[in-house]
């Protein structure tokens, strides 16, 4: 007959306990954000042309100063 050993050493020293995990888990710091496929276009499309209105505006401040 087997006896079970009192004060069981830990398998491994790195692994995480399953509550930690699990604390971890339940209090994210941040919360993934699902949009639809037209907002996200629409997020796209504000990207691109919020970024080709500063390349124009650089580009007419560079050649106002005579580069």
Excluded: D, H
């Excluded at 398998?11 to 996200?40: C, D, H, M, Q």
């Amino acid at each position: 007959m087997l006896r079970i050993k009192k004060n069981k050493p830990v398998v491994s020293g790195n692994v995480r306990l399953f509550r930690e995990i699990r604390r971890l888990y339940l209090n994210r710091t941040y919360t993934p954000i699902k949009i639809g496929v037209v907002a996200s276009y629409l997020v796209l499309a504000m990207l691109s042309a919020s970024t080709s209105m500063f390349g124009i505006l650089v580009g007419a401040m560079l050649r106002i100063a005579g580069y």
